[in-house]
């Protein structure tokens, strides 16, 4: 088994957490499968919490926390990854109460995957 420590690379997210390594590549990651499904109009995360745009033809945007408790990895914790998805290309003023999907997956000892579906 392979053992990736987590490393704090110089910089800040925009809500001032020091971001690290595995937050950044799981952002990357998440990105490139967001952009594959071609239904994504945009996406923020809370390492870029600005309003990014992946296609004009997509319907949906996404908001996510790539790893959620990274600071608890090398404690062997369980960590996880957090979405909301709504059905518009502007979030601006959106609630939780429009949210069309949300899904919450829990990677530890035991990988656990929630998904909601308005």
Known sequence: ???????????????????????????????????????????????????????DNGSYFVTFDPIDGNSVIDCNFSVGTIYGIWNTKDIEGKTGRSLVGAALAIYGTRT???????
Do not use: P
């Open 1 to 55: 088994m392979r053992y990736h420590s987590v490393k704090l690379v110089n910089s800040k997210n925009e809500f001032g957490k020091v971001q690290s390594d595995i937050d950044l590549e799981a952002e990357k990651i998440i990105f490139n499968h967001l952009k594959k499904s071609g239904v994504i109009f945009g996406y923020a995360s809370e390492e870029s919490a600005k309003l990014n745009k992946v296609s």
């Open 112 to 118: 656990t995957i929630c998904l909601y579906n308005v």
